[in-house]
C-alpha cells in the first residue's frame, strides 16, 4: 500500500500662526544682534543698549515637541526588546498543583480509529474550553484539513465528534494540563507510555500518530531504554515500533511520527510541518475510501 503522495488632499494647517512682528528686530542697528541662546554662557558685552525687541526667553528654553520623539521611540525600542526577552525566557518544571484548579481534558476515543492522535498534554487554553488543541495559534486543525485526514475544515468546538464524524481519536501522553512542554518532567512523560500502549490495546487504532518529536523521543527512551539520538525521522516508523500489540492476536498499531502543531514550535516552517502531515494525509484518504467501498459492499 502506498504511504506517500506523490482622495483629495487637505493641507495641513498650525493650531495657531506665530505673530512674525514679534521676532522682528527693532533695535539699534549699530549694535550687534546676539543669540538668546549664546547669551546664557557668554559674558554680557561691556555697554549695552536698549532694544526695543522682546525677550523671549521662555520660548528659546522650551524644545520643540518634534525634539521628545527620538527619546519616546527609545523607550518604545527598549520596551519592546524587553518584551521579546522575557519571552524567550524558558519556564522550568511546574509541578501539577500549579495548574490544579483546571480541569482534565477528556480523551475522544472509540474502537477501531484510522487514526489515533497522540499529543503532549492539554495547554492551558485548551484545559479553559475543554476542547483539544485549542489556542488560536495551534495548527492541528488546520494541518487535519490541509493534508487531507478530514475532507472539511474542522475545529476545537467538534473534537467529541471526531471519532464518529471521521474515524479520528484524541488522547494526550500526560494528562495534566501546564502552559507550555518544559513544565512537564520526563519522569512523567515516560510514565505515560504504558497508559498509550494500553489505549492501544484496548481500542486497536489502525495507526498511532504521535504529535510532537518530544512524545517519540520517550516513547523511543522507554522502549530502548536509550535517546532516539540520530535515528529519529519523522513520517512511518519501522513495522516494529508498532505499540499496543496482542501477541497472536494483533499486531498493533503503525506509528506515524508528526511535527509539532504547537505555536510555540517554530523548528520548521508550515510548509515544512504541512509536508510531513500530508504522508500520513495520503494514507487516510486511501484507507478511508477502501472503509467506505468495503461498507457499500457489505451494505449490498
Known amino acids: ?66 525634539h521628545h520623539k527620538p527619546d519616546s521611540e527609545s523607550f518604545s525600542s527598549s520596551a519592546a526588546a524587553s518584551t521579546k526577552k522575557r519571552k524567550r525566557k524558558a519556564s522550568g518544571y511546574a509541578p501539577p498543583s500549579t495548574y490544579a484548579h483546571l480541569p482534565l481534558l477528556p480523551d475522544r476515543i ?31 486543525w488546520k494541518l487535519l484539513y490541509s493534508s487531507g485526514i478530514t475532507p472539511r475544515r474542522c475545529y476545537a468546538e467538534e473534537d467529541d465528534r471526531m471519532p464518529e464524524l471521521f474515524s479520528l481519536g484524541l488522547t494526550n501522553i500526560v494528562a495534566r494540563p501546564s502552559r507550555n512542554g518544559s513544565e512537564l518532567s520526563k519522569a512523567e512523560m515516560d510514565a505515560g507510555v504504558s497508559v498509550l500502549d494500553a489505549k492501544a490495546r484496548e481500542f486497536r487504532p489502525e495507526v498511532l500518530c504521535v504529535v510532537g518529536k518530544s512524545i517519540w523521543e520517550s516513547i ?29 492476536e494483533w499486531e498493533g498499531a503503525r506509528v506515524f511520527v508528526a511535527t509539532s502543531t504547537s505555536g510555540l514550535a517554530a523548528s520548521m516552517g508550515p510548509k515544512e ?9 495520503c494514507w487516510v484518504e486511501k484507507r478511508r475510501a477502501e472503509r467506505e467501498a468495503a461498507s457499500r459492499g457489505t451494505v449490498d
Open 1 to 66: 500500500m502506498p504511504e506517500d503522495c506523490s482622495p483629495s488632499d487637505t493641507p495641513a494647517t498650525f493650531g495657531g500662526r506665530l505673530d512674525l512682528s514679534n521676532f522682528i528686530f527693532k533695535g539699534d542697528p549699530s549694535s550687534p544682534r546676539r543669540s538668546g541662546r549664546l547669551s546664557a554662557t557668554a559674558p554680557p558685552p561691556a555697554t549695552t543698549t536698549t532694544s526695543s525687541r522682546p525677550s523671549t526667553p521662555s520660548k528659546r528654553k522650551s524644545p520643540p515637541i518634534a
Open 110 to 140: 472509540a474502537e477501531n480509529l484510522l487514526v489515533l492522535f497522540i499529543g503532549l498534554n492539554p495547554g492551558v487554553e485548551t484545559a479553559r474550553t475543554g476542547h483539544a488543541y485549542a489556542h488560536p495559534s495551534n495548527l492541528f
Open 220 to 248: 523511543w527512551r522507554v522502549r530502548h531504554g536509550t535517546a532516539v539520538g540520530k535515528q529519529f525521522k519523522y513520517g512511518w516508523q519501522d513495522d516494529e515500533e508498532r505499540m499496543g500489540a496482542v501477541e497472536g
Open 273 to 281: 510541518k504541512e509536508e510531513v502531515w500530508r504522508r500520513l494525509g
